[in-house]
């Protein structure tokens, strides 16, 4: 140990220890200072030389100038064979921000494979390299090929824009060596760069991005940034940071970890209050972070153009930020993102023993294959099945609004027929009907007696406002919701797939948006549906058995007092609704109407004779059957509005009067 401490201060080449020195908290040399931990390059590949050996950090250092492009800590090896890294390079190098390098011994591999897969880290508040505890797990199969940290000097005061475009210059670097091969790994304020890279990012620049514990939380938490705020005043208060600090620090790492989960290699020592050193996470540069955190504004329609794959990383015992909420957030809006929840672990997940990255990228690896195999690329789940358990919770869930609208469903043959038929010649069944205003009054209700009446498991095909804004403004609790009835995104890959399996019951409303944001003074129950026909075609294809539907009541229940016009021209607050609807990328004529709170009225539903498309009148004419189709539906709401005038159970009143009298029966 004595030779190999004396070889890395006294032998490395070209870093003076006080300008660099190294490094330990993994396995780079550090930038502000020598870590504490001894655990560098062969330190990685032999056990020898594993974390244990612990040291106290030298002076602090304060600037890197002198420390040139591709100077490098050398000659590290210790004797041993099983040594997996050779060298740590000072790859880049400026005033305010360093790229650091650890490069494979095995240069055979590297030199094999033509694109060389990188993983970049970028650290939270403390500006810490990659802990030592997730570099072993990452090389010891060659997964990656290169590893970098990026961190900051001390003396770095970079706005956002700089500290982007300082890390945004390093990741080219990497990403010409690598042919685009990168993984980027960001936590906890280290996202916040992330995401600002990669939306300034072009396509392709990145393979995968990976956040953990992301700072855009401390936007939802108006507490917590009052507190920070506040922290500036400790250097009025202690000037040369010898109480208020340290006390702030102990109280932070106690937030932070749990000290039962810890990696032995980052427990303090007994003679430690906590694990942050405060010689080496000065203060100032802290703060200066904090204020750029607090300043971070990422909006839904940024986080709509990353279309870099993303595994939000989340963990449910954070004491410090909401993180499973940030990460609910961020994974339903960005497209193409994933949420995994560390149900036990805390902010600082990645010092825990329990907690290794090389696993959980392996298990992410394992569902993407197995989702891939089995919803096929789609987003259609060929073996989905509604589950009696999900169907008795949904029951007693709605069971009070039942109860308000008493709802009525007629045509209940017509049902039974079509499900006979598709029994018969394995045909999917495709439920078409109208839309009413609001979209959710009605349509629980025939979910509902659908699944538990007939048996039939609905197939919806859901706006994409379902997917993204409803599920971002309830957690994703109202896209867990939706898709645990069947709903798959409206698309029109998705509405094939379905109907290719010739087992699903699709539930389509042609008029959409349009008719569920109904005008004020418009019509009840007034049909808008496209003049083409493009939903008929992939029926005709499949031969699909087409049940028309009506419904209506739920535009008898409520008054429109402002619909999307009313609502933009309102002053102030329509500036604010339009730049919403710009930056979700909603269309502007189809937002919901402001109306009343729903009167009980009684709801209406009634099922028509089924359109079978192998028929010889329905077989080669697109537009005669879409024409049946819509003069069934018109139809059914007219005969509906009939029945409804001279329905005695109407109202609640109509109704409460009915269940006084008692029945009547006549042979």
Request: charged share 25%; net charge positive; glycine share 6%.
């Amino acid at each position: 140990y004595e030779s190999f401490r004396n070889m890395v201060e006294h032998r490395a080449v070209g870093v003076a220890r006080s300008e660099l020195g190294f490094v330990g908290h993994g396995w780079v040399g550090r930038l502000n200072a020598p870590q504490r931990y001894f655990a560098g390059a062969c330190a990685v590949g032999d056990r020898r030389w594993r974390s244990q050996t612990r040291t106290e950090p030298h002076a602090a250092v304060e600037r890197v100038k002198g420390v040139r492009n591709g100077r490098s800590l050398e000659s590290l090896d210790a004797g041993s064979d099983e040594c997996a890294w050779k060298r740590v390079a000072v790859e880049e190098c400026t005033e305010d921000v360093m790229l650091l390098h650890l490069e494979n011994n095995n240069a055979q591999v590297a030199h094999e494979k033509s694109c060389a897969r990188a993983f970049v880290y970028i650290p939270g508040l403390d500006n810490r390299v990659l802990p030592v505890n997730q570099v072993r797990p990452l090389i010891s199969n060659d997964e990656f090929q290169r590893i970098y940290s990026i961190v900051q000097t001390n003396g770095a005061r970079l706005s956002w824009e700089q500290t982007i475009e300082s890390c945004s210059r390093l990741l080219q670097k990497v990403h010409a060596e690598t042919n685009g091969e990168i993984w980027l790994v960001a936590e906890s304020f280290g996202a916040l760069i992330a995401l600002g890279v990669v939306d300034r990012a072009p396509s392709g620049f990145l393979q995968r991005l990976v956040l953990i514990n992301s700072a855009s939380a401390l936007q939802n938490q108006p507490v917590l940034q009052a507190a920070s705020r506040v922290l500036p005043l400790s250097k009025t208060l202690d000037p040369h940071d010898r109480v208020l600090y340290p006390v702030a620090s102990f109280v932070l790492w106690q937030l932070l970890t749990s000290r039962d989960r810890l990696d032995y290699a980052h427990r303090p020592k007994a003679s430690q209050l906590s694990g942050i050193d405060v010689n080496e996470v000065r203060l100032d540069p802290t703060l200066h972070r904090v204020r750029l955190a607090r300043e971070f504004v990422i909006g839904s329609a940024q986080l709509k153009r990353v279309a870099v794959p993303t595994l939000v990383i989340a963990s449910a015992k954070d004491r410090l930020f909401d993180s499973v909420r940030e990460g609910k957030r961020l994974a339903s809006a960005l497209p193409n993102a994933k949420l995994r929840v560390l149900n036990e672990s805390g902010h600082a997940c990645l010092l825990e023993e329990q907690i290794q990255l090389a696993q959980l990228f392996q298990d992410e690896e394992v569902a993407h294959m197995r989702e891939t195999r089995v919803k096929r690329g789609h987003g259609v789940d060929p073996n989905y099945s509604l589950s009696t358990e999900t169907l008795k919770q949904w029951r007693a869930r709605i069971a009070p609004w039942r109860a308000f609208t008493a709802p009525l469903f007629l045509g209940g043959e017509h049902i039974a027929r079509a499900m006979e038929l598709r029994r018969r010649n394995k045909r999917s069944i495709l439920f078409v009907g109208n839309h009413t205003v609001h979209g959710i009054l009605d349509m629980p209700l025939l979910i509902e007696h659908l699944a538990g009446l007939h048996r039939v498991a609905l197939r919806p095909l859901a706006h994409a406002t379902h997917f993204e804004l409803f599920g971002e403004i309830t957690d994703g609790r109202w896209t867990e919701l939706v898709e645990s009835f069947g709903a798959v995104r409206a698309t029109p890959r998705n509405y094939y797939r379905l109907l290719s399996m010739r087992n699903q019951c699709v539930l389509l409303f042609p008029g959409g948006a349009r008719e569920v944001c109904r005008r004020r003074g418009e019509e009840l129950y007034q049909l808008h549906w496209k003049e083409d026909v493009d939903f008929v075609r992939p029926a005709m294809r499949f031969n699909a058995i087409i049940v028309p539907f009506s419904a209506i009541g739920a535009e008898n229940a409520v008054d429109v007092l402002m619909d999307s016009e009313d609502q933009k021209r309102l002053p102030v607050l329509g500036e604010a609704i339009t730049k919403f609807l710009q930056e979700n990328e909603l269309d502007p004529d189809n937002l919901h109407p402001v109306t009343t709170f729903p009167r009980p009225e009684r709801m209406y539903f009634k099922f028509h004779a089924p359109i079978d498309c192998s028929a010889p009148a329905f077989r080669n004419d697109s537009a005669a059957t879409y024409q049946a189709v819509k003069r069934s539906v018109q139809r059914g709401i007219d005969e509906l509005l009939e029945y409804q005038n001279s329905d005695p159970r109407r109202t609640a009143l109509g109704r409460a009067a009915a269940a006084l009298v008692p029945p009547h029966w006549e042979l």
